[in-house]
T-cell receptor, first 112, second 113 residues
């Protein structure tokens, strides 16, 4: 079983839709949970990160962590064509030296 | 947040040759990280580069294949040696800030023919 599982998609939604992106993980020691957005031919950029369980909101983006289920989610409200990208979840044990473990990424396309 | 410049952005290389990728950060950082991103696969850490010491390689990656230099606190290079088509991938350098945040360069898209 891989440490982090993420459905690669592709996922196609109409503009304005609510998008739900998810990852599951196997290691209960993970403490930091991150979402990265990667546009084509660009490096990943950090969208949000959450420590331990709970929700975090930033504009149209909400990150949720359920440690009891080992499940994390990213919700995008009022999705825009500019949100079309690959979304990568990542997690680690904490600390600046902890290796980040990434999911494979979900490719999202928002159609106008 | 750190700004990372990486070059070349892409290259097409003959098998058996080597390519050196450069990574420049706009601030001093203790550790720099090199990742590989293969199609349909997760970002995989190749090695961690500390200034003034040997790089630390992850399982499956060796120094002879991926030698790394880290001459100062703002610069690092990764060399992909004796390339084969299986080395075709995107290579990314990264730095960390705080406990979790990682920042990436734009990547080097390598094709080996």
């Amino acid at each position: 079983q891989k440490e982090v599982e993420q459905d690669p998609g592709p996922l196609s939604v109409p503009e304005g839709a609510i998008v739900s992106l998810n990852c599951t993980y196997s290691n209960s020691a993970f403490q930091y949970f991150m979402w990265y957005r990667q546009y084509s031919r660009k490096g990943p950029e950090l969208l949000m990160y959450t420590y331990s369980s709970g929700n975090k909101e930033d504009g149209r983006f909400t990150a949720q962590v359920d440690k009891s289920s080992k499940y994390i989610s990213l919700f995008i409200r009022d999705s825009q064509p500019s949100d079309s990208a690959t979304y990568l979840c990542a997690m680690n044990y904490g600390g600046s030296q902890g290796n980040l473990i990434f999911g494979k990424g979900t490719k999202l396309s928002v159609k106008p | 947040s750190a700004v990372i410049s990486q070059k070349p952005s892409r290259d097409i290389c003959q098998r058996g040759t080597s390519l050196t990728i450069q990574c420049q950060v706009d601030s001093q950082v203790t550790m720099m990280f090199w990742y590989r991103q293969q199609p349909g696969q997760s970002l995989t850490l190749i090695a961690t580069a500390n200034q003034g010491s040997e790089a630390t390689y992850e399982s499956g990656f060796v120094i002879d294949k991926f030698p790394i230099s880290r001459p100062n606190l703002t610069f690092s290079t990764l060399t992909v040696s004796n390339m084969s088509p299986e080395d075709s991938s995107i290579y990314l350098c990264s730095v960390r800030e705080g406990r979790a945040e990682a920042f990436f360069g734009q990547g080097t898209r390598l094709t080996v023919v």
